[in-house]
T-cell receptor, first 115, second 109 residues
Framework: KAGVTQTPRYLIKTRGQQVTLSCSPISGHRSVSWYQQTPGQGLQFLFEYFSETQRNKGNFPGRFSGRQFSNSRSEMNVSTLELGDSALYLC??????????????FGPGTRLLVL | DAKTTQPPSMDCAEGRAANLPCNHSTISGNEYVYWYRQIHSQGPQYIIHGLKNNETNEMASLIITEDRKSSTLILPHATLRDTAVYYCIVRGSNYKLTFGKGTLLTVNP
């Protein structure tokens, strides 16, 4: 079974631009979570989607948004990019998510560099 | 979620067992202990998880103390490819994983 895939793997943007990252979960998985990893803050939870609904959200500004499609694929968008948004963005999927305890499996990440 | 404490770094000789400790003294009865590892610049890899009983899979063993206040991840025969940051996470039913700083395990030849 294929793992979690994320596209693109690398991205360079300039301040003020916006970016959309894509995540395809493991087949059959319905929950998708997004995390940001930076050297200073470590791995931080952004939000989680289940059945096309955002069910949980971390402490990030409204510039960070996401959505999930009916096939469970998810996208996250960052608008008005800032230098501090440079990070590794990770997507994780889990089988159901209804109980919040299912194991999350991570993709390889998208490395975003904002210049 | 309960907070975890891990040593910042550990060394292990190749072929030896690597024993990574984790303290989680404030863990609640319905919280699980999860272990992930992250090899440089890759996504975290799930290793194992448990609630009360010791667990073993093809990658590792997880030993949880009877009072559940601490646990140990055991890699039975460490290889150079096991060099990574290992994260111990205590997780309740809130859909997210809260990562600490983890332990950098360096396996030496």
């Amino acid at each position: 079974k294929a793992g979690v895939t994320q596209t693109p793997r690398y991205l360079i943007k300039t301040r003020g631009q916006q970016v959309t990252l894509s995540c395809s979960p493991i087949s059959g998985h319905r929950s998708v979570s997004w995390y940001q990893q930076t050297p200073g803050q470590g791995l931080q939870f952004l939000f989680e989607y289940f059945s096309e609904t955002q069910r949980n959200k971390g402490n990030f500004p409204g510039r960070f948004s996401g959505r999930q499609f009916s096939n469970s694929r998810s996208e996250m968008n960052v608008s008005t990019l800032e230098l501090g948004d440079s990070a590794l963005y990770l997507c994780a999927s889990s089988l159901d998510g209804a109980r919040g305890l299912e194991t999350q499996y991570f993709g390889p990440g998208t490395r975003l560099l904002v210049l | 979620d309960a907070k975890t404490t891990q040593p910042p770094s550990m060394d292990c000789a190749e072929g030896r067992a690597a024993n990574l400790p984790c303290n989680h003294s404030t863990i609640s009865g319905n919280e699980y202990v999860y272990w992930y590892r992250q090899i440089h610049s890759q996504g975290p890899q799930y290793i194992i998880h448990g609630l009360k009983n010791n667990e073993t899979n093809e990658m590792a063993s997880l030993i949880i103390t009877e009072d559940r206040k601490s646990s140990t991840l055991i890699l039975p025969h460490a290889t150079l490819r096991d060099t990574a940051v290992y994260y111990c996470i205590v997780r309740g039913s809130n859909y997210k994983l809260t990562f600490g700083k983890g332990t950098l395990l360096t396996v030496n030849p």
